[in-house]
């Protein structure tokens, strides 16, 4: 017969998951309300792929970006749960946001159970509680494109979770193997970052699996494991890599300050060694967020600096802590191992990622983050005890603990409110990141979309004046400008788009009518023939150039000026003109 100590304890072990799942939906349910903003415009609003489920299956035949801006990515699967959402709600925003707020809970639950594996129950509720009001976190669920970060996680933690529970037992079961199998492949095709899996699993038997035989014998007891494991992130790259064949290795566009400053790639691993502490107070001490980290708040590298030193630092003493950890506190070196581990895909270190800095991407990274949490604050339960000062420790640690949690949920639930719109975003980014270009670049963008010229003309002024080196701001000003029928307004920022870029495709059609139009018609003639020889739309632009001759002749004298007809010419790019931005990053994406 139980104890009442043993049923108290059976009690609350019963309303822990459902605790953790609760503190989730505090923190997200505000998001409930929000629309679609930022990436969502594009992905899914604006996506005709996405409003339909007839032929399901193409999913994997392309890429996660439309072509149209950009074609970067492949996730097959996340595409495939928006054109199911999309079906059943008929493109409802709330419906979006409803299936993010049931992953993250989710998601929490699964980081309580897989922490209840290798923590005290009691730890375990600590570290998936910190997870689950974490406000690094409402990028992630309160943006629906987040929602690829959720699903990822969620197939991770799972396959982390059956495979921790076989190896503590002995073997992995065939069972085990067929599901872990198919949850990689899941992650995988949610978003790249889920092929991690093998090295997180590989963690895992290196830190917690307490098995005395040696790792390569323990390895090869798991070998069918690991070698489907490979089959699937060979099949899986051999496909992405087919699909992406235009782009490199990453599948993504470099983040475009790297490409208009053409560092090396020495500069990039710089850089990303200088973003270290930001990585480390985001995923502790998130006081402060943003939609936007980059130049100049962030330096871009190009050489080494001072500035990179502290983020050295930082990183050897992370390290050395998860090595010298491994056998003291292996709990600890398993956190590090996991922050370590899925965060180097979107680190830069390795491959270019698109970015510097995103909060969603660090999602995955925080439950490493919370599980050293956990264990250090199961370490100090240890000391307490042999010092006779639990009772104080109690007290003391859950004060903190719950006063922690009340200030989680809160602050998530307000940052929730920041994505409600494309226009809260962009405005709140002014305030968080006053120093970062692409604040005020996206902001301006967007004002003059919606008809607000000065607004725009001032942001897109202050983007260039904080980093004059993206030629997507220059482009957007001088295109809106020619627009406004401010042809020498916007000449001076073609001139500064084409000079020192001379592999960017964009703009030569647009300034080759401004030249037409403001009469230097021996340089349109010159800059539609580049336009065309960039990919630009032959009609149009074979019709400019005949207007230029026309004018040249007129000029001259060898033609009369009612020979010739102005309004052929376009008032506008058509969009055909910008077909090349199929290769080129969106200027309006994150």
């Known amino acids: 017969m139980s104890s009442s100590g043993d049923l108290a304890r059976d009690r609350r072990n019963l309303f822990a998951a459902p605790l953790i799942a609760a503190l989730a939906l505090v923190s997200s349910m505000t998001s409930i309300f929000n629309q679609f903003a930022y990436d969502d415009q594009y992905i899914i609003r604006l996506n005709p792929v996405v409003h339909t489920v007839r032929d399901w299956w193409t999913v994997f035949q392309n890429s996660y970006w439309p072509k149209e801006w950009g074609g970067d990515g492949y996730r097959p699967l996340t595409i495939l749960a928006f054109k199911l959402e999309w079906a059943l709600s008929g493109g409802k925003p709330w419906s979006f946001h409803a299936v993010n707020i049931a992953l993250y809970a989710i998601v929490s639950v699964l980081v309580y159970l897989l922490a209840r594996r290798i923590l005290p129950n009691w730890a ?185 030193l502290p983020g050295l630092i930082v990183l050897v003493a992370i390290l050395a802590v998860g090595v010298l950890a491994r056998r003291r506190n292996p709990i600890i070196a398993l956190g590090v191992a996991f922050t370590c581990i899925t965060l180097l895909p979107s680190s830069n270190f390795v491959l270019p990622a698109g970015i510097i800095i995103a909060e969603r991407t660090l999602f995955l990274p925080s439950v490493g983050a919370m599980l050293i949490v956990g264990a250090v604050a199961g370490y100090a339960a240890s000391v307490a005890q042999r010092r006779a000062s639990m009772r104080t420790f109690a007290i003391v640690g859950g004060s903190m603990c719950a006063a922690l949690l009340a200030i989680g949920a809160l602050r998530s639930a307000r940052r929730s409110r920041v994505w409600y719109d494309s226009e809260t975003v962009f405005r709140q980014s002014i305030v968080d ?158």
Not at 225 to 235: F, G, P
Not at 261 to 272: F, K, M, S, Y
Request: proline content about 6%; some cysteine; overall charge positive.
């Open 433 to 590: 990141a006053p120093l970062a270009y692409r604040a005020h670049f996206m902001l301006g963008a967007w004002a003059f979309e919606h008809q607000r010229q000065r607004e725009g003309e001032r942001e897109l002024r202050q983007a260039l004046k904080l980093f004059p080196y993206d030629p997507f701001v220059a482009l957007d000003l001088a295109e809106n400008y020619r627009e406004l029928n401010r042809c020498p307004a916007a000449i001076p920022l073609f001139r500064s788009i084409i000079g020192p870029n001379k592999n960017f495709p964009l703009g030569r059609t647009g300034f080759a009518i401004c030249l037409l139009e403001t009469g230097s018609y021996a340089e349109a003639k010159e800059r539609a023939t580049d336009a065309i020889e960039a990919g630009g739309d032959t009609v149009s632009l074979r019709r400019i150039i005949s207007l230029a001759d026309s004018m040249i002749a007129v000029r001259h004298g060898r033609a009369s000026a009612t020979d010739v007809s102005l309004p052929g010419v376009p008032s506008k790019v058509p969009e055909t003109v910008q077909k090349t931005a199929e290769t080129t990053p969106a200027p309006g994406r994150k």
């Open 124 to 308: 375990a509720w600590i570290t998936a509680a910190l997870f689950a009001v974490h406000p690094v976190h409402v990028e992630a669920v309160a943006n629906v494109v987040g929602q690829s970060e959720l699903l990822v996680a969620a197939a991770t933690l799972g396959a982390m979770l059956l495979y921790i529970r076989d190896r503590r037992q002995g073997d992995l079961r065939p069972t085990t193997i067929v599901l872990v199998a198919f949850l990689y492949a899941v992650g995988c095709c949610s978003k790249e970052h889920g092929i991690v899996l093998p090295a997180l699993l590989l963690a895992c038997e290196v830190t917690v699996m307490d098995d005395a035989a040696r790792l390569r014998s323990r390895l090869y007891a798991q070998r069918w494991l690991y070698l489907t494991l490979a089959a699937i992130a060979i099949t899986f790259m051999s496909v992405r890599s087919a699909v992406l064949s235009d782009h490199a290795l990453g599948g993504f566009h470099p983040f475009v300050p790297f490409a208009a400053l053409n560092i090396t790639r020495t500069d990039r691993i710089l850089t990303a060694l200088g973003v270290v502490p930001q990585w480390v107070r985001l995923l502790y001490w998130p006081a402060h967020l943003s939609a936007e980290y980059g130049p100049p708040a962030i330096e871009i590298a190009q050489g080494p600096s001072v500035t990179q």
